[in-house]
Nanobody, 126 residues
């Protein structure tokens, strides 16, 4: 199983930018679907962005399209989430997840992933 560690969260003003990272160890992410989810207090975990298992396709949640970009550095076995034009409603704990049996139709479902990081807090002030 792959181990995931997120970093890069913090406090930023509305309209600002932040980049969070997900470093993987134990196994290469090649062949894994990798995704970012987020969870705000009292809300369900929400799909933010991700790669398919082949890495050839990227997907975004409707609320972040055009503002967030997912990317990866295969040499460092790391996935990034660049977040621009942040809004207060983006405030949440951001989690990285990976799975090697994720089918395309279930990419947005948290239950499809079997490896999770501990999360990193992102707070956007007014």
């Amino acid at each position: 199983q792959v181990q995931l560690v997120e970093s890069g969260g913090g406090l930023v003003q509305a309209g600002g930018s932040l980049r969070v990272s997900c470093a993987a160890s134990g196994r290469t992410l090649s062949g894994y679907a990798v995704a970012w989810f987020r969870q705000a207090p009292g809300k369900q975990r929400e799909y933010v962005a991700g790669f398919s298992r082949t890495g050839g396709y990227t997907y975004y949640g409707d609320s972040v399209k055009g503002r967030f970009t997912i990317s990866k550095d295969s040499g460092k076995n790391t996935v990034f989430l660049q977040m621009n034009n942040l809004k207060p409603e983006d405030t949440a704990v951001y989690y990285c997840a990976a799975g090697n049996r994720v089918i395309t139709s279930a990419l947005r479902s948290p239950g499809s992933y079997d490896s999770w990081g501990q999360g990193t807090q992102v707070t956007v002030s007014e």
